[in-house]
């Protein structure tokens, strides 16, 4: 059995419509008193990377021309270039002038995790923000394939737990209800 197979999703492990509005509110509050942290969340929520995916991002990674950036992969992902919405990119990109170095996220992997603790709006751990970023593309497209490039997926497999959950879920309610 592949490690796709054995991993499920429940609702523990991405950000439940209500808390993911209450996410957003917390981040356009502090957008501009904590402004790198605020934007590290939201980017999180934009892209799907991972925490360290994030933390590895450097000004290298953004492109003007198109407002994308790049998120090198990491567990034996693909590299992919996500497009930004221009507010956001206008943000990251601003960061990425003010900061020293090429890293825009000069926090280590502990300090993101406090950061996520100060403002995660439920006790679940910060890779449900990959979770709900994946659930909700897929909600909009309903196209797997889609799905796999944005998240970086080798192999399809591993996407598939986004589709059967939502199927699963919507499908039980259409026959329940």
Excluded: C
């Excluded at 501009?32 to 969340?41: A, G, I, Q, V, W």
């Amino acid at each position: 059995m592949s490690k796709a197979a054995r991993y499920a999703l429940n609702k523990n492990k991405y950000l439940l419509p209500d808390e993911l509005h209450r996410l957003n509110q917390i981040i356009a509050t502090f957008r501009e008193t904590d402004f790198r942290n605020s934007l590290l969340l939201e980017l999180a929520l934009a892209t799907g990377a991972r925490a360290q995916e994030l933390l590895n991002i450097t000004r290298a990674d953004l492109s003007a021309s198109d407002q994308t950036i790049l998120i090198h992969g990491l567990k034996g992902s693909n590299d992919r270039e996500i497009p930004l919405a221009q507010a956001l990119y206008n943000r990251i990109n601003r960061l990425s002038e003010q900061v020293p170095g090429q890293r825009i996220f000069n926090v280590t992997y502990d300090r993101l995790y406090q950061i996520w603790d100060l403002y995660r709006p439920v006790p679940k751990k910060f890779h449900s923000l990959r979770h709900t970023f994946a659930i909700e593309l897929y909600k909009k497209t309903k196209d797997i394939r889609l799905l796999q490039v944005a998240l970086g997926h080798r192999n399809i497999t591993n996407t598939m737990i986004y589709a059967d959950y939502l199927y699963s879920k919507e499908e039980l309610r259409r026959l329940i209800l």
